[in-house]
């Protein structure tokens, strides 16, 4: 299974590291290949090495020891060492965290397998070789693929201002096209409105001519009625006053009729 690999110097060697992770993407082994002017090294930090070294700093690094491998083998050494020592005649190289002061905690100690420095150098420069390459190419294709997005933008912006250009144009000529139908129309508008307004005014006159005119007839009919009713009443009084109630003459008909008749004797 192959993995991510980094290359980066460390003191007077330089280290090649290939990180390989497992399905869940959990950290599983680091490859390692060192060189120096005077000698070639490779090792492994393998799985059973992590676990050890989990369990070993539970208590002042729980479940931190995968993470801090991958940061300390990508060449991120701020706050870790490697260094490659003599330990009973055999190669170590010893992976430390920076503490407090100067004080560094040991890590781990990864065994190492002596190789030709030439074959280890050779296969260092031959991964910067390949990387180099891969990286070239891939520029080339970013590249491509820029100057394709920039003709497209470009063509789409191209085409972006000529449909703006045509809207407007589309835009001005409707308005020229209706500003005339818009002017008649408003000039009707104001005729009829002025028309409205003129024989709204004659209406009012002759619905208060005949509004008038009516109230005046009522009152006619209303005075001809009230004198024709005193009319009849007075000459009901005149009646009323002639007869006693029992179709008799009263008594002061009675005497008005005698004073005539004396009156016409006289006469004689």
Known sequence: MEGEIYVFKC???????EIVKDGKEELSEIRLFLSSEEAGY???????LLTITQEKHATK???KIRSMAETAFMGN????SLKIEIQDEQPVLTWRRQSTGKMKILLATVNLIP????????DIMDFLIKDRLELKEKLKDQQQTLDRKTTELDRCQNLADELTNNALE??????????PILNNKKRRIEQLEEEIRHGGHHRAVE???EVETDDEADTDVDDYDDNHHNDDLTQKRKLGEESNGKGEPSKQARV?????????????
């Open 11 to 17: 003191d007077d060697f330089y280290v090649k590291s």
């Open 42 to 48: 490779k090792g492994t930090v393998d799985a059973k």
């Open 61 to 63: 690094f729980p479940d």
């Open 77 to 80: 050494l701020d706050n870790f």
């Open 115 to 122: 190789v030709d420095k030439k074959v280890a150098r050779e």
């Open 170 to 179: 589309r835009e001005n000529l409707l308005v020229e096209q209706f500003l």
């Open 207 to 209: 619905d208060t001519y």
């Open 256 to 268: 008005d009729r005698e004073d005539s008749l004396e009156e016409d004797i006289f006469k004689w």
